[in-house]
């Protein structure tokens, strides 16, 4: 016969009656505690949600005037993400400070000849910004262009020929044709911080001059990356957060069925994302990508802790007919309180975890996070016990006649409505069948986990921002624009270092410089090479002799000491603080995401060290840019993410030995946990599908959220089994009773964050499904591992022991 829990009811209905799981004097006694009488009681409560209240009338305001504060800071730079201290931010930094060209806008457009008059037309439009005005400082440090660039080559004293030139610039700022040229803008720090304002004032000022229409005047560079991912970040927000409210209410009034529990929730969730991002402008950081996903985060997370409270106090209301409000809602808060604490203990540990990352927005990331958590919690429980009141007093009538017709019918009296009893009873037999083979679900799922397992090593993690943008987005576009029409567009930078008392001849460090860059120009996937090779002729050789070769050493002397010369005007060459004279040369790789920037980048070291090297007397090359700062970004991230999933895994482990007492029943009540994570992440590898600045978050929040589920069905579960019942019957009781919770939190909280899964932007989108995709797995591994593991064998290590009890057996 299947087991189910109508059987179970209809063998143990005394045994098993939600009253003696809610035995209010059994818990006071336990604490050696007196009962409040329930005026007294009743009294708390609403002194409780008087204090609540209060603190909503203080937040709200607080919430909404700071969180829109937070949004207008919405700066994302991945470059400055990483710590200050790490050497290659260091190296970032000081390249920085001491050459210009890191934050220059690229501007083309069909028609951008070299000879052309809208070249010079449309730089000259844009100079208005490189002035100040009385209401705003200047935005553009300066404008060029690749015509200016080849004139200045062209006039004396370089004189190069006009196709000399066009060889010497094409990749950079001339295209492959030798005529398609681009204007170039460079940003001040005012107007980085202003970037969206002067890129649509960029494009429109250029537009208008030129006659040109915007949207064929095209973009790249960090400014239109950076303006790009504020817009799409913000518009996440702005256009999804609000749906995703209203979704996740619907669905909690329609589990709850009740409009004043589900208000109470709502509204401490949505104070919550409020503070969440009003903490981000306390904490003085900027606004970015990453901490966009907060708002939806503490939404799920509040909704969870909501929802298991509120079905805790739906089962006390639901045992006796003729309960006194107050008194479910105490019996509520018993049960649930310490389950709750402790579900959402683990969800802080697991954001938390989130700090040992060294990349700034995600370690901010996971203190905020878990802060919020923190605080909504104990919002929740100010104000849940006096809704709890307020609504079974209107309600008490309701319940009684429904549980009465329950009684005459003998059907399931948890929970009174049908649809709700429908899906138990449909749920509980479905697992019932699982556990009558409770081995081959395990042996099951431990493949599936093994399996997944063996694509983690293969898991990757992209910080690129093109890729944050679908194929058909204006970024993407602009870029395609520039690499078919200029040449590559992600670029990387080579600074050769010459300390004082190394070639003290110019013209012999020159040389040096000019074999670097001339074997860049002819390594594979590099291009668009510049530095001061692009504005001097190739020196003599040093066994010449002639009189040709001393006026040509002559002149490029002169223009490596004069500092007004073209090549100092472009800054290719600094002093740095310790006197050592640098060399830039820049290079770039083209826009594939086939092509794996580690490899390349560490290819075109292995082959430029040893021509430094050769040189001998301590010169040295640094390499920096954007290619290394965004692999860094990556190797960190992957890395931190690892460690921080260890640190929460072992932290969590240990307190679920502590509540088990037992060390193997702790790891053994870890496996569901870890399903989830290991299941999604895992695959991702194989699938070769990179972690993104939405998803990487998700691996110890999955482990925090998972863990909730399992913390509210070990206790009942446990609480069924001090009665005597066997491990199978203590399963099947113990989902009953949670059941109705878990598929509702995974209704709220996977649903309502579904709603940015139509965000065009890719990190908001991926964290959606990532969200949905672990809940619904941890929901998976709650509803069937872990009942299947507690009727298995090993099952008696998370089975409590009591002096009068032999182990319970699985039959």
Not at 392 to 405: E, N, T, V
Request: glycine share 6%; charged share 20%.
């Amino acid at each position: 016969m299947t087991l189910t829990w109508r059987s179970i009811t209809s063998r143990q209905r005394g045994l098993d009656s939600v009253g003696s799981a809610f035995n209010p004097s059994r818990t006071a006694r336990h604490y050696h505690m007196p009962l409040k009488s329930l005026a007294d009681q009743a009294t708390t409560y609403r002194v409780r949600f008087c204090i609540g209240l209060l603190a909503v009338c203080i937040l709200a305001p607080l919430a909404a005037r700071d969180s829109a504060r937070a949004l207008s800071t919405m700066y994302n730079a991945p470059a400055l993400w990483l710590p200050e201290d790490m050497p290659v931010r260091k190296q970032y930094d000081d390249f920085s400070e001491l050459f210009q060209g890191q934050d220059v806008l690229m501007i083309g457009w069909d028609g951008a000849k070299i000879g052309a008059e809208e070249v010079d037309q449309a730089a000259q439009a844009l100079l208005p910004l490189v002035q100040p005005t009385s209401d705003r400082p200047a935005y553009l440090e300066g404008v060029s262009s690749g015509q200016r660039v080849f004139d200045v080559l062209t006039s004396p004293p370089t004189s190069f020929s006009e196709r000399a030139t066009r060889a010497r610039l094409k990749g950079s700022l001339v295209g492959e044709d030798g005529e398609q040229t681009i204007v170039l803008a460079t940003f001040s720090e005012a107007g980085n911080l202003n970037r969206q304002e002067v890129l649509a004032q960029a494009r429109q000022l250029v537009s208008d001059r030129i006659g040109v229409p915007e949207d064929q005047i095209y973009t790249a560079g960090p400014p239109t990356d950076g303006a790009l991912v504020d817009a799409e970040a913000q518009g996440s927000i702005d256009r999804f957060t609000l749906p995703s409210v209203i979704v996740g209410a619907l669905i909690c009034v329609f589990c709850l069925r009740s409009i004043v529990l589900t208000a109470i929730i709502i509204i401490v969730a949505v104070i919550g994302q409020g503070m969440s991002l009003a903490m981000v402008l306390y904490s003085g950081i900027e606004m970015n990508a990453i901490l966009i996903v907060l708002p939806p985060l503490v939404f799920v997370l509040t909704a969870s802790a909501g929802i298991h409270l509120c079905n805790y106090y739906r089962d006390a209301m639901c045992s006796d007919p003729t309960i006194d409000p107050t008194a479910a809602t105490r019996q509520a808060m018993q049960a649930g309180i310490l389950p709750c604490w402790l579900a959402a203990t683990t969800t802080i540990i697991g954001l938390g975890s989130l700090g040992l990352v060294r990349l700034v927005p995600v370690s901010a990331f996971g203190f905020i996070a878990a802060g919020s958590v923190f605080g909504t919690l104990l919002l929740l429980l100010l104000l849940l016990p006096g809704a709890m009141q307020w609504h079974g007093k209107r309600h008490r009538i309701k319940h009684r006649a429904a549980l009465a017709k329950a009684n005459e019918e003998d059907i399931d009296p948890l929970p009174v409505e049908k649809w709700r009893s429908n899906i138990g009873h449909a749920w509980e037999a479905f697992a019932a069948r699982f556990m009558k083979y409770p081995i081959i679900v395990v042996a099951l799922f431990t493949v599936i986990t093994a399996v997944a397992a063996s694509g983690l090593p293969q898991l990757t993690t992209s910080v690129n921002i093109p890729r944050m943008f679908p194929e058909n987005s204006r970024i993407r576009t602009d870029y395609a624009w520039f690499e078919e029409h200029i040449g590559p567009t992600i670029n990387a930078e080579v600074v050769v270092q010459f300390p004082p008392d190394s070639m003290p001849d110019p013209i012999d460090r020159f040389r040096l410089v000019r074999d670097v860059d001339d074997h860049l120009r002819s390594t594979e996937l590099v291009g668009g090479v510049f530095s001061a090779r692009s504005f001097l002729p190739s020196p003599p050789s040093k066994k010449s002799r002639s009189i040709r070769s001393t006026v040509l050493e002559a002149n490029i002397r002169k223009q490596l000491e004069d500092p007004d010369s073209p090549l100092q005007d472009a800054g290719y060459i600094a002093i740095d603080k310790k006197g050592n004279q640098l060399w830039r040369i820049s290079f770039r790789f083209p826009f594939d995401e086939a092509i794996d920037y580690r490899t390349e980048f560490q290819r075109v070291q292995a082959e430029v060290i040893p021509i430094l090297e050769s040189a001998g007397e301590g010169i040295s090359p640094q390499f920096t840019g954007g290619v290394p700062m965004t692999t860094e970004s990556q190797d960190v991230l992957l890395q931190d993410l690892f460690r921080s999933f260890l640190a929460a895994f072992g932290i969590v482990a240990i307190i679920m030995m502590l509540l088990l007492r037992s060390f193997t029943g702790g790891l053994v009540a870890m496996f569901p946990n870890l399903f989830p994570t290991i299941t999604l992440f895992g695959t991702m590898g194989l699938l070769e599908t990179p972690l993104d600045i939405g998803s990487v978050m998700t691996a110890s929040v999955a482990l925090g959220i998972a863990v909730d589920g399992t913390i509210h069905f070990l206790t009942k579960f446990q609480s069924q089994s001090r009665k005597g019942k066997a491990r199978t019957e203590a399963s099947l009781a113990a989902l009953h009773k949670c059941g109705p919770a878990m598929w509702q939190t995974t209704a709220v909280c996977a649903i309502s964050p579904l709603v940015y899964g139509l965000s065009d932007f890719q990190p908001t989108q991926r964290f959606a499904f990532m969200m949905f995709g672990l809940l619904l797995a941890a929901l998976v591994g709650d509803v069937l591992l872990l009942p299947a593991l507690l009727a298995s064998p090993l099952g008696r290590f998370l089975t409590p022991k009591t002096p009068k009890q032999k182990p319970a057996t699985t039959r």
